[in-house]
């Protein structure tokens, strides 16, 4: 299997290469020139396995480059209840009949991206060894307050890696930025920046395109890759939860094997959708893509529009994990959707960048609506929805997730679909105490973050997972906060390069 770039379809390359670069060098993003097919016996026969077994299924469709041996060996060492605190890694839970959540956030730092962050060291660290590179790895992340702690996690203390973490100063939960600033292990570097996410995402991937940068990390002995959902290797990983989810429902009887089940999902860089699309293109029976956005809803317009216009005010919500107005992951769908036409994408993709817009032909417009549904909703919803579900079923959700809840019911009352759901709960309500404590129990909203984690493992019957409890005595490592305009500097610096 090959990957190719969304600007330049001549480039080939294989997986190992795909993964320890990153990004293409003209800017695109890599994706595979076919998408491997899934049998339903295939699926039916991956519920007898362990999840690390269905995950190294998976992928040795994808990383073709990889041997068996090597593909054990990451999954293995990833996916283990050393890491989780579930033997299933991915739980699924009922919601009410035909409606699942699939819980994504049981790994060391309660949210999603811990499925794909606790396997990519391990790629990258092969991938590395296999091109038989000699330069250290600097992993530059943007953060809009999750990944950066999945990748400091997965990062940190890893031989042959450095890793700098960006989050928008003002951007991220109470929990979030103490689970950043008092990170372990002698790699790592996290600092604020004073701007939002799309300010963080943007200034890394100048960094990582300036070819002064690149040259001066090359001559020091370096090179730089990604740890955002722009990484191919961040990507594979978030394809199996859903191939596993769908095999395990079928064989619980929940589901006929070959029936479609559509899923939702809480949506910011399109990183997680997208998996599930590919999911269902390998051959997963997946029925509707319904993707969730909170009032930073330019993911939504462009489902309805076929407008991708970034020119809008940008909100601070409750859910900032999705305040985002540059979805990079698109440009992934994008190229699927046009036959992998990157004449096209170089088009949209750079009125994007100079005008902030662009719009997609009808062709591609109807093929979009077809396969997905888009809506969203305002903080006052997400609040009245995390209540609704805790006193209807009594099931706690986290803010993202309740985005999801509220959206999906919006569908379905718009459609009358009644298909079965699966819908990504991308956090531990734990992560965002205040907020989900001021949905259910206004007067028990406090000052100090731990009180509120204390009231609300009464309320839920969620056990405070260990890795947050821990946080509450540790020492801050990382106070500072810096300039948008200056993040070149300090990486650099941090570098020893200047
Ligand atoms: C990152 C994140 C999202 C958005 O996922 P994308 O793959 O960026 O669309 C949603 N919810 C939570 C809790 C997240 O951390």
Same mark, same amino acid.
């Given at each position: 299997?090959?990957?190719?770039?969304?600007?330049?379809?001549?480039?080939?390359?294989? !997986?190992?290469?795909?993964?320890?670069?990153?990004?293409?060098?003209?800017?695109?993003?890599?994706?595979?020139?076919?998408?491997?097919?899934?049998?339903?016996?295939?699926? &039916?026969?991956?519920?007898?396995?362990?999840?690390?077994?269905?995950?190294?299924?998976?992928?040795?469709?994808?990383?073709?480059?990889?041997?068996?041996?090597?593909?054990?060996?990451?999954?293995?060492?990833?996916?283990? &209840? /050393?890491?989780?605190?579930?033997?299933?890694?991915?739980?699924?839970?009922?919601?009410?009949?035909?409606?699942?959540?699939?819980?994504l956030?049981?790994?060391?730092t309660c949210?999603?991206?811990?499925m794909?962050l606790?396997?990519?060291?391990?790629?990258?660290?092969?991938?590395? /060894?296999?091109?038989?590179?000699?330069?250290?790895i600097?992993i530059?992340?943007?953060?809009?307050?999750?990944?950066?702690?999945?990748?400091?996690?997965?990062?940190?203390?890893?031989e042959?890696t450095?890793?700098?973490?960006?989050?928008?100063?003002?951007?991220?939960?109470?929990?979030?930025?103490?689970?950043?600033?008092?990170?372990?292990? $002698?790699?790592?570097?996290?600092?604020?920046?004073?701007?939002?996410?799309?300010?963080?995402?943007?200034?890394? /991937?100048?960094?990582?395109?300036?070819?002064?940068?690149?040259?001066?990390?090359?001559?020091?002995?370096?090179?730089?890759?990604?740890?955002?959902?722009?990484n191919?290797?961040?990507?594979?990983?978030?394809?199996?939860?859903?191939?596993?989810?769908y095999s395990?429902?079928?064989?619980?009887?929940?589901?006929?094997?070959?029936?479609?089940l559509?899923v939702?999902?809480?949506?910011?860089?399109?990183?997680?959708?997208?998996?599930?699309?590919?999911? +269902?293109?390998?051959?997963?029976?997946?029925?509707?893509?319904?993707?969730?956005?909170?009032?930073?809803?330019?993911?939504t $317009?462009?489902?309805n529009t076929?407008?991708?216009?970034?020119?809008?005010?940008?909100?601070?919500?409750?859910?900032?994990?999705?305040?985002?107005?540059?979805?990079?992951?698109?440009?992934?769908?994008?190229?699927?959707?046009?036959?992998?036409? $990157?004449?096209?994408?170089?088009?949209?993709?750079?009125?994007?960048?100079?005008?902030?817009?662009?719009?997609?032909?009808?062709?591609?417009?109807?093929?979009?609506? +077809? =396969?997905f549904?888009?809506?969203?909703?305002?903080?006052?919803?997400?609040? !009245?929805?995390?209540?609704?579900?805790? =006193?209807?079923?009594?099931?706690?959700?986290?803010?993202?997730?309740?985005?999801?809840v509220?959206?999906?019911?919006?569908?379905?009352?718009?459609?009358?679909?009644?298909?079965?759901?699966?819908?990504?709960?991308?956090?531990?309500?734990?992560?965002?105490?205040?907020?989900?404590?001021?949905?259910?129990?206004?007067?028990?909203?406090?000052?100090d973050?731990?009180?509120?984690?204390? +009231?609300?493992?009464?309320? &839920?019957?969620?056990?405070?997972?260990?890795?947050?409890? =821990?946080?509450?005595?540790?020492?801050?490592?990382?106070?500072?906060?810096i300039?948008?305009?200056?993040m /070149?500097?300090f990486?650099?610096?941090?570098?020893?390069?200047?």
């Amino acid at each position: 299997m090959y990957y190719k770039s969304t600007r330049n379809s001549n480039i080939r390359v294989e !997986s190992a290469e795909a993964i320890s670069r990153g990004i293409s060098e003209d800017g695109g993003l890599f994706v595979p020139e076919s998408i491997p097919e899934i049998s339903l016996e295939e699926l &039916s026969s991956l519920s007898e396995l362990s999840y690390a077994k269905r995950a190294a299924f998976v992928f040795s469709k994808y990383l073709t480059d990889f041997t068996e041996a090597e593909l054990v060996y990451c999954t293995e060492s990833a996916y283990s &209840s /050393k890491n989780f605190d579930t033997e299933n890694i991915a739980e699924i839970a009922h919601l009410f009949d035909g409606t699942y959540m699939l819980e994504l956030w049981h790994g060391p730092t309660c949210a999603f991206k811990d499925m794909a962050l606790q396997i990519l060291p391990y790629f990258l660290t092969t991938s590395v /060894k296999k091109l038989k590179l000699d330069s250290k790895i600097v992993i530059l992340v943007a953060t809009s307050g999750d990944t950066g702690k999945a990748a400091l996690e997965g990062f940190k203390d890893v031989e042959g890696t450095q890793i700098m973490v960006f989050y928008p100063e003002e951007g991220v939960s109470e929990m979030q930025k103490r689970q950043m600033v008092t990170q372990e292990g $002698d790699n790592v570097t996290v600092c604020a920046v004073k701007g939002n996410f799309d300010d963080c995402q943007s200034g890394v /991937k100048q960094i990582f395109t300036n070819s002064e940068v690149v040259q001066s990390l090359k001559d020091g002995g370096m090179s730089f890759s990604s740890a955002n959902s722009i990484n191919w290797g961040r990507l594979v990983p978030q394809i199996v939860y859903y191939v596993s989810s769908y095999s395990l429902l079928a064989s619980q009887g929940e589901l006929k094997m070959g029936e479609p089940l559509n899923v939702v999902v809480p949506t910011g860089n399109f990183g997680n959708i997208l998996a599930a699309y590919y999911a +269902k293109k390998m051959g997963v029976p997946i029925g509707k893509l319904i993707c969730a956005s909170n009032v930073n809803k330019v993911l939504t $317009d462009f489902i309805n529009t076929g407008i991708y216009d970034k020119n809008r005010d940008f909100y601070a919500t409750i859910s900032p994990s999705m305040d985002i107005l540059i979805s990079s992951n698109l440009e992934r769908l994008l190229y699927l959707l046009t036959n992998e036409n $990157d004449e096209q994408i170089r088009e949209w993709f750079g009125a994007l960048a100079s005008e902030g817009k662009y719009e997609v032909n009808d062709e591609v417009k109807s093929v979009l609506q +077809k =396969e997905f549904y888009g809506g969203y909703c305002a903080d006052e919803e997400t609040e !009245s929805t995390i209540k609704e579900i805790y =006193e209807k079923y009594g099931y706690t959700c986290d803010t993202h997730t309740a985005v999801a809840v509220k959206v999906y019911q919006d569908y379905k009352n718009a459609t009358g679909d009644t298909t079965k759901t699966l819908i990504a709960s991308t956090a531990s309500p734990y992560k965002f105490s205040a907020s989900v404590l001021n949905a259910i129990q206004k007067d028990a909203v406090c000052d100090d973050e731990y009180e509120m984690v204390e +009231k609300l493992s009464e309320l &839920s019957d969620i056990p405070v997972p260990v890795s947050l409890a =821990e946080l509450k005595t540790k020492e801050r490592r990382f106070t500072g906060s810096i300039d948008k305009l200056d993040m /070149k500097k300090f990486v650099l610096h941090e570098l020893g390069l200047n």
